[in-house]
């Protein structure tokens, strides 16, 4: 079974990849932020630590229900590469292990030809090593701005400091098997025809 890395920076279009293959192939979408998010719910298995670690630096790390207040954690870590460092020492390697576990079982089923494994932080947490490729979706930096305004309601100011801390496009160029073009001209048909390409060459 085919193990793929999907990568890109922050509003590349990710998700619409991956959602393109596991919904016109026999691909199956593990995401690593899905994962991640579920772990940290009350009674996940990183729920406790992070709260441990991080309940004392800010008053709103809780929400009312108990559950991580993820902006303000967000906002907590995003410039401070310290605490950063000190979350992805948390949340990392329970994310991956959780990834293997999906993958020894879906190769025992072989139901799948593929796996494809959506994370934005695919090498910074080590996750390429398990992969046999590396896809980078890449889309032009304004259209990315675009997409985080738009769709995600981001402000100008948090999308050019999620922009800012991004790694450089050169870096997952430089390091991927194949690119993805993914511009806002790039339709669900353009995107089925890139991933057969790429995925029966």
Same mark, same amino acid.
Do not use: A, S
């Given at each position: 079974m085919r193990i793929i890395g999907l990568t890109g *920076?922050?509003?590349s279009g990710k998700s619409f990849v991956a959602q393109v293959a596991e919904k016109n192939f026999s691909v199956l979408h593990i995401s690593s932020?899905?994962?991640a998010r579920r772990q940290m719910q009350k009674g996940g298995i990183s729920y406790?630590?992070?709260v441990e670690e991080f309940s004392g630096m800010t008053d709103d790390l809780l929400c009312e229900d108990g559950e991580i207040n993820r902006t303000a954690l967000s906002k907590l870590v995003m410039n401070d590469?310290?605490?950063l460092k000190k979350l992805d020492a948390i949340t990392h390697p329970a994310v991956i292990d959780e990834i293997n576990t999906i993958i020894a079982i879906e190769d025992e089923r072989k139901i799948f030809s593929a796996v494809m494994v959506e994370t934005a932080l695919l090498y910074e947490a080590g996750i390429d090593r398990m992969c046999d490729e590396v896809w980078y979706v890449y889309a032009p930096l304004a259209t990315r701005s675009s997409r985080l305004i738009k769709?995600? *309601?981001y402000s100008t100011e948090k999308?050019?400091?999620f922009l800012k801390n991004q790694q450089p496009e050169e870096e997952f160029l430089r390091r991927s098997d194949r690119t993805v073009p993914n511009g806002e001209d790039v339709t669900e048909s353009d995107m089925i025809k890139i991933i057969s390409a790429y995925l029966n060459c």
């Open positions: *920076g922050i509003g932020d899905e994962i406790k630590r992070v590469p310290v605490l769709m995600r *309601g999308t050019e400091m």
